[in-house]
């Protein structure tokens, strides 16, 4: 059931942000789950979830899926912005400008832009 899934990765969040020694391994198992899920609310709380935990895995999944990225949705794409802008304030931003142009141009293609 996504309503399920999109709870229990929000629970494995808060759980990681309370008590990190329960989970340690969270991030990983996140990332699988962000893989493999297809319901739009489900992956956003995945990716939230990486974006606040493990920013590196979460832009390394945003620049593997930068092809897909427009069939997300829009709740996914402003997390998606959100991890962008948070990035592009830090030192290591020049290192990889290029990278977040490319995802900042495939926001602007998806078609739920106006």
Excluded: W
């Excluded at 893989?35 to 979830?49: I, P």
């Excluded at 949705?73 to 912005?81: C, T």
């Amino acid at each position: 059931n996504s309503y399920v899934r999109k709870n229990a990765v929000l629970a494995v969040y808060h759980i990681q942000k309370k008590f990190p020694t329960l989970i340690p391994d969270a991030a990983d198992l996140i990332e699988k789950i962000l893989e493999n899920e297809v319901d739009s609310a489900a992956r956003r709380n995945a990716f939230l979830m990486l974006f606040h935990t493990n920013e590196q895995k979460a832009m390394a999944h945003l620049y593997a899926n930068l092809d897909q990225l427009n069939s997300f949705g829009e709740s996914f794409q402003l997390v998606a912005l959100e991890l962008i802008r948070k990035v592009s304030r830090t030192k290591a931003f020049a290192e990889v400008k290029s990278q977040y142009l490319r995802c900042i141009y495939a926001l602007t293609e998806c078609p739920s832009n106006p």
